[in-house]
């Protein structure tokens, strides 16, 4: 198979030369729409002229995060869903970050977008060049139309305009200039192209089947989707790894719903966790309801082990079912290479936060106990008052699935939602600079992606610099 670098792929698509489509995997397609239907891709840019083109406002339906947290789960999962009913991940998505693409590649042929002053006045009601040059940045981006571009005053029509910024970069959607706005705005157009060129580069080879019926996770915008009929039926605020403990990118099946649960700590957490925790306090295992276990399920008395040692253990530690559990009261079954999962938490205050990457891996689930009803749509008896009858019992229980679900977690830091909006979130892993620091092959397989059969990543350059 031919490959083509990303930075031509740009190139040849404005001059009209064919470009290879994504590949299949095992006779199904991998993104089942590469081309793109009229009315999911926006009109494709005019060629590169001396004076920008007058560009229209598409309407705007953000579907992001980092709104101010309502007070409960269900209002904020309520809120989420509000903003928006496309997936960020579908059969399109492949075919619609090319098109983000072709876009930003258009704005930088025409000079991308201006910087503004990092000491720059920019809230409600202010006035003068600085204003106007953020008027002109907006709409650039048509986050604001071309008619509004003339004027210098901070009125109504710019903070919607910054409204719609806002919510496309993750940001809450306050209408003034934060630093961390300012810091977005002049972010160059060639780092938002190798934002999109990784997240197109990270879909090639994905092993994923679209089904009726599946879960997503987009890690660095933080939320999970339930998508039924080829519509979100679900979103809700998720936490996912920290930046030293990453949560994967992978695909797999959900299997099963655990009710009340136990935790098995893994390995790396007893060793660099659990050792300084009985070193410091030789009473927290049992103030944590942990129990140690042998090769057998035998239980071992904590004080006849030395916590001073540093040898890898030869035992497992084991959470009791309980609101003290780390899993929470439900755990979403999801076997995988990585051994993480998506689960409840006992410390549900932190999904109240904007920063949500706190986890040592797994995906913990703002109001999961309805993820875990819509998973469990079809088998009788376990809708939501099922499911809290079931936790309210204290006793463990395991809901075999009928039928596996899809699930995929990936890492889209660049995207096209199917109005034509284009979305941004950080690179919290450093996993586009991966790409184009340690080579593409690797960054993919770490990545949890898998390389089609006669595409050698080595050949892909994403240097758009």
Known sequence: MRTVPLAGLILAV??????????????????????????????????????????????????????????????????????????????????????????????????????????????????????????????????????????????????????RFQLRHGLEATGSVSAQTLKALNVPVAARLKQLEASLERLLGMDFVFAERYVVVNIPAAFVEAVGGDKVQRRYRVIVGKVDKPSPTLTAYITAINLNPTWTVPLSITKNEIFAHMRRDPSYLNRMHMRVLGAHDEEIDPQSIDWSSGHSPNFTVRQDSGTWNALGNLKIDMPNPYSVYMHDTDARRLFENDYRFDSHGCTRVDNVRDLAAWILEDVPGWNRAGIDAGIATGERKIINLPHKMPVAWVYLTGWMRRDGVIEFRNDVYAHDEALDRAGLDEAARAGGFVAPLGHDLKQVSIDNR
């Not at 953000?62 to 903003?83: G, H, I, V």
């Not at 204003?131 to 709409?139: E, G, M, T």
């Open 14 to 163: 404005m001059t009209g030369m064919a470009v290879a489509e994504p590949p299949q995997v095992a006779g199904q397609p991998v993104l089942l729409n590469p081309g793109a239907s009229p009315a999911a891709v926006p009109n494709r840019p005019a060629p590169p002229s001396a004076k920008p083109a007058q560009r229209s406002v598409k309407a705007v339906k953000p579907a992001n995060t980092a709104r101010k947290a309502p007070s409960t789960p269900e209002t904020r999962s309520a809120a989420l869903l509000a903003l928006s009913s496309d997936p960020v991940f579908d059969e399109g998505t492949y075919a619609r970050i090319k098109e983000a693409l072709l876009s930003y590649a258009d704005i930088q042929v025409r000079g991308g977008w201006p910087s503004l002053p990092a000491d720059a006045k920019l809230t409600p009601g202010a006035s003068g060049p600085d204003v106007a040059l953020l008027r002109r940045r907006l709409v650039i981006t048509e986050d604001m139309p071309v008619a509004q571009e003339t004027g210098d005053a901070y009125d109504a029509d710019v903070i919607e305009g910054v409204k």
